[in-house]
T-cell receptor, first 115, second 112 residues
Framework: KQEVTQIPAALSVPEGENLVLNCSFT??????LQWFRQDPGKGLTSLLL?????REQTSGRLNASLDKSSGRSTLYIAASQPGDSATYLC??????????????FGSGTRLLVRP | EADIYQTPRYLVIGTGKKITLECSQT?????MYWYQQDPGMELHLIHY???????EKGDLSSESTVSRIRTEHFPLTLESARPSHTSQYLC???????????FGQGTRLTVV
């Protein structure tokens, strides 16, 4: 059974710092991995999608990497801003027919960027 | 920006009432999902649909039911709400293929 873990559970940093959020998964048989942002009481906003054949994806100040064989992904945020404060979730989609229909989520990292 | 909408955004309702949470998407996606999320906790899949007239239960047992009569519409119904149903409900959709999923803004349900 696929399990997704995110470390740290919470992170507080001063504005301007570069930071790394970690996501690990137990089953390397995945189709893709997706990073989301969730603001308090809101839905999820998709940030980056990495296919299983890719090593990384970039969007603006965000860079996500994927090492499928070791079951790890990282989300790198450059020059953090107070507006980046949110919960960041990673989710994997399984590659077997009986698991490919759904996303398995980690419990998220709550990020606070202090002005 | 994703065109997937949930209504209502917030709902406070009494025990025993029947409620329907609405989810609509205008992207023509055939796959749609309902997730349940308690505050500070993980998302758990409760229902999904491959397309019209196709619905399945997810990993987390739920007393809710769903229907998929039209591609763009995937409502979730609770026949008799209970305080244990208090949670946030998130709807998502994606097209067929190795593509990203898009989420609605969620419905925060409180049953008193």
């Amino acid at each position: 059974k696929q399990e997704v873990t995110q470390i740290p559970a919470a992170l507080s940093v001063p504005e301007g710092e570069n930071l790394v959020l970690n996501c690990s998964f137990t089953d390397s048989a995945i189709y893709n991995l997706q990073w989301f942002r969730q603001d308090p009481g809101k839905g999820l906003t998709s940030l980056l999608l990495i296919q299983s054949s890719q090593r990384e994806q970039t969007s603006g100040r965000l860079n996500a990497s994927l090492d499928k064989s070791s079951g790890r992904s990282t989300l790198y945020i450059a020059a953090s801003q107070p507006g980046d404060s949110a919960t960041y979730l990673c989710a994997v989609r399984g590659s077997f027919w009986d698991s490919s229909y759904k996303l398995i989520f980690g419990s998220g990292t709550r990020l606070l960027v202090r002005p | 920006e994703a065109d997937i909408y949930q209504t209502p955004r917030y709902l406070v309702i009494g025990t025993g009432k029947k409620i329907t949470l609405e989810c609509s998407q205008t992207m023509g996606h055939d796959k749609m999902y309902w997730y349940q999320q308690d505050p500070g906790m993980e998302l758990h899949l409760i229902h999904y649909s491959y397309g019209v007239n196709s619905t399945e239960k997810g990993d987390l047992s739920s007393e809710s039911t769903v229907s998929r009569i039209r591609t763009e519409h995937f409502p979730l119904t609770l026949e008799s709400a209970r305080p244990s149903h208090t949670s946030q409900y998130l709807c998502a959709s994606r097209p067929t293929g190795w593509t990203e999923a898009f989420f609605g803004q969620g419905t925060r349900l409180t049953v008193v």
